[in-house]
């Protein structure tokens, strides 16, 4: 294969320890129907095979390029990619998920289409071998104009109360491709997790404003990996401290950008649904923890002045009425009827961390 020119899309993988599912990665990646696309694997202080596995691809293919580094998180890795990518739009994948073999060309061309600075699709989740049903929707949405790209970003902060979902789409940075000229003309860069615990929220509130018109296909092309050792899944002591500070850093972004009373009812959303999966992880781990040292921490998440005014203002009792008993409780600090409660939601297989 000879030297590529005008290349469409840069992809960017960080790699760290996943000998065991890189392969499938890199596969549907080499695959892909668009030709013209380079593939970058920031191996980030991988201490398994999975920085060699890449270096040996690397030899067999001119597309992918590797980048070895000391540890240096997700966000960063992301970054080391971005600083030698060359493609016209760069895109996103974790290492442990793989994609459709058609997912960057109709992310491509649907961004060449409606001429839009980001196209996004769907997603599927998998766990082992076994995937999620698939969608039959080949719906396409466009947002165009400020106003309504403002009102797109905080519809996936958090959706109004009365709607099921918490928010549209979700953050997560790997179901989109972002015109490289718009991040590189704004200086746009991820924030490390390891300063705020999610650096694709950061990084959405930074780069969707700027865009003059964004595309999203229902299409699921994505395939990510549930994996039981998500920050969803593992108990993470001081969890619910981070995402207090993330909410104030996204509260400082979003204030360069909108009025607070346009902003607050998407992140008081925000701010519920992590404050709800904080609880639900500790009664998810009080076997492990012990019953008096999860009550302690519920309370004291209960008990938090922000928790307090968002169910004080926000209009709750709108939800969905799972999520609304949640609030009432959370409100009236009843820890041990929070306990039960959501020990009897995962009883009947009505809640999923």
């Known amino acids: 294969m000879g030297e590529l020119h005008n290349i469409a899309v840069s992809i960017i993988v960080p790699v760290y ?149 918490d928010n549209l789409y979700g953050a997560s940075v790997w179901c989109g491709i972002y015109k490289r000229s718009l991040l590189e003309d704004n200086h746009i860069k991820f924030v490390s997790e390891r300063q705020f615990i999610s650096e694709d929220i950061i990084f959405d509130i930074d780069i969707i404003p700027l865009a003059n018109r964004i595309v999203h296909s229902d299409k699921q092309l994505y395939y990510y990996r549930f994996n039981p050792q998500s920050l969803t899944t593992v108990y993470k002591a001081g969890r619910f401290e981070k995402n207090i500070q993330l909410y104030k850093e996204m509260c400082r972004r979003l204030n360069s950008i909108y009025q607070y009373s346009e902003y607050k009812n998407s992140v008081y959303r925000y701010f519920l649904v992590f404050s709800r999966i904080a609880i639900m992880q500790e009664v998810q781990f009080i076997d492990n923890n012990g019953t008096s040292y999860a009550e302690r921490q519920i309370k004291k998440i209960c008990s938090n002045k922000i928790l307090q005014k968002i169910l004080k203002e926000y209009n709750w009792k709108e939800f969905p009425v799972k999520y609304r008993f949640i609030c009432f409780l959370q409100k009236r600090k009843a820890v041990k009827s929070l306990v039960c409660l959501i020990k009897l939601y995962k009883i009947k297989r009505k809640w999923h961390i």
């Open 17 to 165: 320890n996943v000998s065991k599912y890189i392969g499938q990665c890199i596969y549907s990646l080499l695959n892909q129907t668009l030709q013209n696309i380079e593939i970058i694997f920031v191996d980030d202080g991988s201490w398994d095979e999975s920085g060699k596995i890449c270096d040996i691809y690397a030899k067999r293919d001119k597309r992918i390029k590797v980048i070895h580094q000391e540890n240096m998180g997700l966000g960063l890795s992301r970054n080391s990619g971005l600083e030698i990518a060359q493609g016209e739009f760069v895109g996103f994948v974790d290492s442990d998920d793989y994609v459709s073999i058609d997912m960057f060309e109709i992310l491509y061309f649907n961004a060449l289409n409606t001429k839009s600075d980001i196209s996004y699709c769907s997603y599927r989740k998998f766990y082992g071998k076994r995937a999620e049903s698939i969608n039959t929707y080949n719906n396409i949405h466009i947002w165009e104009g400020k106003n309504k790209i403002k009102k797109y970003l905080l519809d996936r902060i958090g959706l109004p109360a009365k709607e099921k979902n």
